[in-house]
């Protein structure tokens, strides 16, 4: 692995409009400046051409449109989707889950230094968590990974969770189509490290890796979580200095529990192995695994096979957050959710029926 730093890019390079991109536009004029229907058409083909031109600044506006909540951006961040779905699918899309303190984020980094020493462009979306309180978030994946977000040929947008169960943001998937029709290769998802939970990351990945540490108990108490079942790798990081034996105690008490386990895909075995993400021992291993098992699901029919069901849980999930969006905008559910929810939080109606009103409305 090529462990020299990456050539520095200056930190406001790309960050402004290329005429070719916006056709007559001021470069220093906002891309968001209402001028009417026209003027957000202009946006779409503008965002399309940037996209399609792999310009980073571009993708990451296109993200926040499609994140966005606002019923305006919604049609333009459809209509985009639409134009450069086309684009898409084209990439090995894997999901990096585990314990809080596994190294993830200094496991991306490596992988994805290493990914990049192989000639591949690299996207990462980071869902950071939210304040259940605030709802803010910290957003510092570009903190933890500052050799890979200086790379030209990476890209890293952390997102909120939002809360959200399972710490993966609404719109990850819609994410991953914007950043392979922007050309990258390897889209790495890592997720918010709480347990069960997130689980909902296998639903939008080819290969879904879990990483553990040894030594901290959770040996066990992941394959009584049902983790394990979903992994196509279980990484046990941290195998340097003076963990290496624990580390490989550890990977061989995975190995022996995983026979007795239904693996997660079909005609693929899961295993364990270990890595040091800090010393970058293992890394071309993992790659090594990740293609074997591109290779042989898709000799079986099991990779395509997976990511058709995963585009109808993804049919189904938005026909349920619509259905859930129009309910709330609805006049009569304005009117009379304030005055339910009043009631009964002093106890006056009981939930059940409250609920019933608001549905009978």
């Known amino acids: 692995m090529d462990k020299r730093k990456p050539e520095w890019t200056p930190p406001n390079a790309g960050k402004e409009f290329a005429s070719s991109v916006v056709s007559g536009v001021s470069r220093t004029e906002p891309l968001a400046r209402d001028l009417g229907k026209a003027k957000r058409t202009l946006n779409v083909d503008a965002l399309e051409e940037g996209i399609r031109a792999e310009n980073r600044t571009l993708l990451s506006r296109a993200i926040t449109l499609v994140e966005s909540n606002s019923a305006k951006h919604f049609e333009e961040a459809q209509e985009l989707l639409k134009r450069l779905l086309p684009a898409s699918g084209k990439s090995i899309r894997i999901g990096v889950t585990g314990v ?47 050799q890979l977000s200086r790379n030209p040929k990476s890209f890293i947008r952390p997102s909120p969770s939002s809360g959200l169960l399972g710490g993966v943001a609404r719109k990850t998937r819609e994410s991953i189509v914007l950043c392979e029709a922007a050309g990258f290769d390897v889209i790495l998802i890592e997720t ?84 040091s993400a800090l010393l970058g021992d293992g890394i071309s291993e993992i790659w090594q695994i990740v293609q074997q098992f591109c290779e042989t ?23 349920a957050e619509n259905v859930l969006n129009r309910f709330y905008q609805n006049p009569k559910t304005k009117e009379l959710l304030p005055q339910l929810k009043a009631r009964v939080a002093v106890g006056e109606t009981p939930v059940a029926y409250a609920v019933s009103q608001l549905l009978d409305s």
């Open 192 to 275: 918010v490290g709480v347990g069960q939970s997130e689980i909902t990351v296998r639903s939008m990945v080819d290969f879904f890796l879990l990483m553990q540490i040894a030594g901290a108990g959770d040996e066990l108490q992941g394959i009584k979580k049902g983790i394990i079942e979903l992994a196509d790798l279980i990484l046990v990081n941290k195998a340097d200095q003076d963990n290496i034996h624990r580390a490989q105690l550890a990977v061989q008490e995975y190995n022996n529990a995983l026979h007795y386990i239904r693996h997660a895909t079909k005609s693929w075995q899961t295993k364990a192995i270990s890595c």
């Open 100 to 146: 809080p303190g596994a190294g993830k984020s200094t496991f991306i980094e490596s992988f994805g230094m290493l990914l990049i020493s192989l000639g591949k462009k690299v996207a990462v979306l980071a869902i950071d968590p939210s304040s259940t309180i605030s709802k803010g978030s910290i957003l510092g994946d570009k903190t933890r990974m500052e």
């Open 297 to 319: 699901t898709k000799a079986s029919g099991s990779f395509e096979a997976r990511r058709q069901q995963q585009t109808l849980q993804w049919f189904d999930t938005l026909i």
